[in-house]
């Protein structure tokens, strides 16, 4: 007698409105009010985390009144619908009262067909952000509106299997979660650090003579060496706030690279028109690059102040404040070397300088670690969830029970 072959379910293809209990709806068109824990929580845009948690800085509330026909039911899912957070999403899973914004779209689930925890798992996969990336509109402001969501398709389980897939996901979805707040609280914690070093708040090592104040036209000197035939496109680099200093893109580099402005190791280069929203940074590179004619590249009085020190210094309050004031008056923005040396603060002997630095660069590297395992850990949470949603890995258990 021949073995009975089991062969596996092939699970069916179903677009995000059949998922759904009633039409999507959009959420309410009404300014937020202070928070009030007697009034429902307002959920906008940039309360969504990329991790779909809410946020608890900055909560805001809206009156009954407004939210009237705009709360949320437990098992609901928002999706945001348009600017940069574009497809971000919030499963609301308990009752405490909270509406939802405009530019977020309600998707009610039918839990008859498909648990709400699924479908959150699913709206935070690399399926729905793949889909996602070739929906969106052409422009500076992409948008995805409540029938284009609904096209959305993927494979669709039994119940029961969806509540093991779910239940997976959770589980390393917690493991990000706490792992994104301990960076949160590591990052607050060196922000206060970093001001309270740099400018002298804290001491190290019970020091408590005062510094001097300086000016940085003091203490840097401005680099206007031409790059002439001496480098190649390939050591052509920009300036961006998030990465510091990176290879340039080709289509933006000049066709004669001859008058590219020289970069070296720990000096410092900016876009006039662009530091005041951060884009300055300290080469980190071993030899010297070039950048754009365009911008400003300066470097450090070595005797007097260290690149390190000035790094950290460029990343306070202070600066911020100075660049708010140097640009004030300006319809556009211009702040060239002239007025950046004019900014003042006290300069601690060299030897304190590199202690502090030593202090805030180990705290960065601790972070830095930090961030590149939560990096790890989401990279092979997607690769789960990719093979778990597609039905490529297979949950034994919750497919025999099914």
């Known amino acids: 007698m021949s073995e009975r072959i089991k062969v596996r379910p092939i699970w069916r293809q179903v677009s995000l409105g059949e998922c759904v209990s009633e039409k999507p709806a959009y959420g309410a068109n009404a300014p937020a009010v202070e928070y009030d824990p007697k009034l429902p929580r307002y959920i906008r845009i940039t309360d969504i985390s990329d ?13 009954w009144e407004r939210a009237n026909g705009n709360m949320l039911k437990p098992g609901d899912l928002v999706i945001a619908r348009s600017g940069a957070t574009v497809g971000k999403s919030y499963l609301h899973r308990d009752k405490t009262p909270v509406a939802y914004a405009g530019y977020l779209i309600r998707f009610r689930p039918n839990k008859s067909l498909i648990e709400p925890e699924f479908l959150s798992a699913v709206t935070r996969s690399p399926l729905f952000i793949r889909w996602l990336a070739g929906m969106k509109r052409a422009g500076a402001q992409p948008n995805v509106n409540a029938e284009e969501y609904s096209s959305f398709e993927f494979p669709l389980p039994p119940v029961g299997v969806q509540q093991e897939i779910a239940r997976i996901i959770s589980a390393w979805d917690t493991a990000l979660d706490r792992i994104s707040r301990l960076i949160a609280r590591k990052e607050k914690a060196f922000i206060s650090l970093r001001e309270r070093l740099v400018h002298g708040a ?61 970069l070296p190791p720990n000096g410092f280069a900016y876009n006039p028109m662009r530091i005041n929203i951060g884009s300055i940074a300290m080469s980190e590179h071993k030899g010297d690059v070039i950048v754009s004619p365009d911008y400003v590249v300066f470097a450090c009085k070595e005797d007097r102040l260290h690149p390190r020190f000035l790094n950290h210094l460029r990343r306070t309050k202070a600066w911020a404040d100075f660049m708010t004031i140097a640009g004030n008056g300006s319809v556009r923005v211009r702040i060239y070397y002239a007025s950046l040396a004019e900014f003042e603060f ?57």
């Open 202 to 262: 804290n001491r190290l090592g019970g020091r408590n003579s005062p510094w001097p104040m300086v000016a940085l036209s003091e203490v840097t000197r401005q680099l206007t060496g031409r790059n002439g035939d001496r480098y190649g496109r390939d050591l052509v680099m920009g300036v961006t706030k998030a990465e510091g200093i990176v290879p340039m893109r080709e289509h933006v580099v000049a066709e004669d690279i001859s008058r590219y402005l020289v």
């Open 346 to 402: 006290h300069l601690p002997p060299l030897d304190e300088q590199r202690a502090i630095v030593e202090v805030l660069d180990d705290a960065e590297r601790e972070i830095a670690a930090l961030e590149a395992e939560r990096a790890a850990l989401a990279k092979q949470r997607d690769a789960l969830a990719t093979e778990l949603l597609t039905g490529r890995l297979r949950v034994p258990q919750a497919e025999a029970a099914s």
């Open 51 to 63: 991790a779909g948690t809410l946020s608890d800085h900055d909560r805001k509330s809206l009156s």
